[in-house]
């Protein structure tokens, strides 16, 4: 039998309990340069962010300032832009190896990339926040739907060209397999040496709160390195933080400085127009662009989960009709977007996954970027409507990647087609500024996802995407005719009985 513990003994012990509690080994450091100090080259850095918005900026200022770390292999969504955030790092050429998923607008990223200088494995969006999550989990590889089909699982994607434009190194091919009748690929994990992650507030042992959707990557960076340094706004008293409250806990959290200074540089600023002005209007363009959301606006039905693209796809709501209500997923890690805010109340730490300024809607939920793929992968979005680039006959879609010439990256657009219980409808003219037909019996350019399109709707006509039977005809445009539709269509399609105008 055990004896019960003394009285002095169990006062000792409780002595114990309250110093442990209350004293620990300090994590703040004076400055962003002291906590950087020791990066060496060669390291790999896990760096939080998405655009702009929520990235560690005084860190990254201060590995900037420190030119002779080089040779780095950096983990994060993007770059940022030319002349700020890790822009910063390729302008100086400390960067080697970029494992990213969107190159977006900024040229330094694509031209050192297209020019041979830089390495870019570039990774699906989702699949990019698992493989790090998993990291930081211990999981040394997952099997996802996502990028099935593509390049990326046939190691045919370039990781770096030479300086005669031929590449020089591919991806590495993924192992396939199959569950319940699907295929999937195999994603090995990624950890880093160090990261760097920005939230809004810090206690002095490391428990972090995030605001707004600056929470995107930075709480599963910090999971997935040996050495995580966190910036914040504001450094406060431990215990001074709700426990319940609390979005990332301090055994995450190695290194700890309070940011000298915050420019939150604002990527896309985004505003409503009020009764005076007018959207912007480029003559037929805008008609076939206006044409193309509204009636793309007419896919929402009322209680739906949507997730809408860059461009024509996230104008559409502004056509929802009356009776119907959305609840509008963007992948950044907010449910519930709402319009643009006022001119004068963008909030940096507030965007979309175009990096627009935005505001939320009653009833909306904040998360983090490994948290929205997971609600996307698992079929919990009812709808996608998003851009192409080509659609083929059999509703495979290419939206990403021109060879040589233009790379934006896969985003998320991968990780939203793999769902086989999301509807797929992608929104475009329909043909290209040359005049070539964007929807075509094969695509020639490199694929997002196979067979997943299930609607194309252009500013000429709406097709629906059938397995067995390809492409069927069921709406034109008012004054279009099907020969014109026939001369502009790159493959057959049948028309259906009950054919519609719009």
Not at 297 to 313: D, H, R, S
């Amino acid at each position: 039998m055990l004896r019960s513990i003394s009285h002095k003994a169990a006062a000792r012990q409780q002595m114990c309990i309250i110093y442990y509690s209350t004293t620990s080994f300090s994590k703040i450091r004076r400055s962003a340069a002291d906590a950087v100090k020791d990066i060496e080259s060669k390291s790999t850095l896990l760096v939080g962010g998405f655009g702009l918005c929520g990235i560690p900026e005084n860190l990254i200022a201060a590995l900037n300032k420190n030119n002779h770390v080089k040779d780095l292999t950096i983990v994060s969504n993007n770059a940022g832009v030319s002349d700020f955030g890790l822009g910063l790092l390729l302008k100086t050429r400390q960067v080697k190896r970029m494992i990213s998923s969107y190159v977006g607008e900024n040229k330094v990223f694509e031209n050192q990339y297209l020019n041979g200088d830089l390495e870019v494995e570039l990774t699906p969006q989702g699949s990019l926040a698992e493989r790090v999550r998993a990291g930081g989990a211990g999981i040394p590889a997952f099997y996802t739907s996502t990028a099935y089909g593509t390049l990326i699982q046939e190691g045919k994607l370039p990781i770096k060209y030479k300086s005669d434009g031929s590449v020089e190194l591919y991806c590495k091919p993924r192992e396939v397999r199959e569950f319940n009748g699907q295929k999937y690929i195999m994603e090995e994990a990624i950890t880093g040496d160090y990261a760097f992650i920005k939230a809004w507030k810090g206690d002095s042992e490391g428990n972090l709160i995030f605001k707004g959707s600056a929470r995107n990557f930075n709480p599963v960076m910090a999971k997935a390195a040996k050495c995580t340094i966190a910036e914040v706004e504001e450094i406060v008293p431990v215990g001074s933080l709700d426990p319940d409250q609390i979005h990332l806990p301090g055994v995450y959290i190695h290194r700890l400085i309070q940011g000298e200074k915050y420019e939150k540089r604002i990527e896309k600023l985004t505003v409503a127009f009020d009764g005076n002005e007018k959207e912007p209007t480029n003559g037929q363009a805008s008609i076939k662009r206006e044409k193309i959301v509204r009636r793309a606006a007419k896919e929402f039905k009322n209680g739906m989960y949507v997730n809408l693209g860059i461009g024509m796809p996230m104008a559409a709501s502004n056509y929802v009709e009356p009776g119907v209500s959305l609840k509008l997923q963007s992948e950044n890690g907010i449910l519930g977007l709402g319009p643009y805010p006022k001119p004068g109340e963008a909030d940096p730490d507030l965007i979309n996954a175009g990096k627009e300024t935005v505001t939320l809607t009653v009833g909306a939920s904040i998360f983090g970027s490994d948290e929205s793929f997971a609600l996307i992968r698992g079929s919990h979005v009812d709808l996608t409507v998003l851009g192409a680039l080509q659609v083929s006959a059999k509703g495979d879609l290419a939206n990403f990647f021109i060879p040589k010439k233009m790379i934006k990256g896969p985003g998320g657009a991968m990780d939203l087609v793999a769902s086989k219980e999301t509807k797929v409808v992608v929104t475009m003219e329909h043909v290209d500024k040359y005049g070539n037909p964007k929807i075509v019996e094969q695509c020639d350019l490199p694929l997002t996802g196979v067979g997943c399109v299930k609607t194309i709707i252009t500013d000429l006509a709406v097709f629906n995407v059938d397995p067995e039977k390809g492409l069927i005809l069921s709406e034109v445009a008012d004054e279009v005719t099907i020969d014109e539709i026939k001369a502009k269509t790159a493959c057959t399609f049948t028309v259906t009985d009950k054919l519609k105008t719009f």
